[in-house]
């Protein structure tokens, strides 16, 4: 009967601490989704020019942006720089980067506004989950990359807003006009999906 009751008091115990962990992951996810949506309507413009920014916390005007801003920002807003880490990281691991755009060495103005660096920084975080959603869900707060044709590359979050008389999420990006209303849409399975990451707050506080 001791035996069992110690055994009880173990389970107990461990179902509680998953609990936790649970929930202190779903509150940063949530947090990264409110931070996402607070960009609806104020970035109003899609940008991509080249701009010198302040570092670390760099940004362009808030009412512009690209893709990738819509996470930086949501990133930013829970105390983590992805200019920052992008940009240290690059520095001790630059043969692991995309060569792309012809840099000898980061650049911190635009390294993590590029798509490409991003997936790499978040891979080399072991951020990464199965890009089949038949095989994984794709929760709100989760990151998801697409491949638009022709080497170009897409980034967005997935929304907590359900797509009506559906299962699945909607996305919060911007592809082409701001985050718009319209930029919390049904695009998920629109493009062919390369990447799926599921962030972790205390992996990206602690790079």
């Known amino acids: 009967m001791r035996n069992l009751f110690i055994r009880s008091v173990a389970l107990f115990a461990l179902s509680a601490t998953f609990s936790v962990i649970s929930q202190a992951s779903t509150s940063f996810q949530d947090k990264l989704v409110t931070s996402a949506q607070k960009q609806i309507g104020v970035t109003c413009h899609y940008d991509p020019a080249y701009t010198k920014l302040s570092y670390p916390g760099g940004d362009v005007p808030m009412d512009r942006g690209v893709c990738t801003d819509v996470i930086i920002r949501a990133l930013r807003d829970q105390g983590i720089d992805l200019q920052q880490n992008i940009n240290q990281h690059m520095k001790k691991n630059w043969k692991f980067y995309p060569k792309n755009w012809g840099l000898g060495k980061p ?15 978040f891979k080399a975080l072991h951020f990464s989950l199965n890009p089949d959603p038949l095989k994984e869900p794709y929760l709100p707060g989760d ?13 967005g979050m997935v929304s907590n ?11 919060i990006h911007n592809i082409c006009c701001g985050v718009k209303e319209e930029a919390e849409e049904d695009i998920l399975m629109s493009y062919k999906i390369i990447s799926h990451f599921r962030l972790s707050e205390k992996a990206l506080k602690n790079n």
Request: aromatic share 8%.
């Open 143 to 155: 990151v998801v990359i697409w491949d638009l044709g022709n080497g170009i590359l897409h980034v």
């Open 161 to 171: 807003a359900i797509v009506p008389y559906k299962t699945r999420h909607k996305i």
């Open 107 to 121: 650049d911190s103005n635009i390294d993590h506004r590029r798509v490409p660096n991003m997936s790499t920084y």
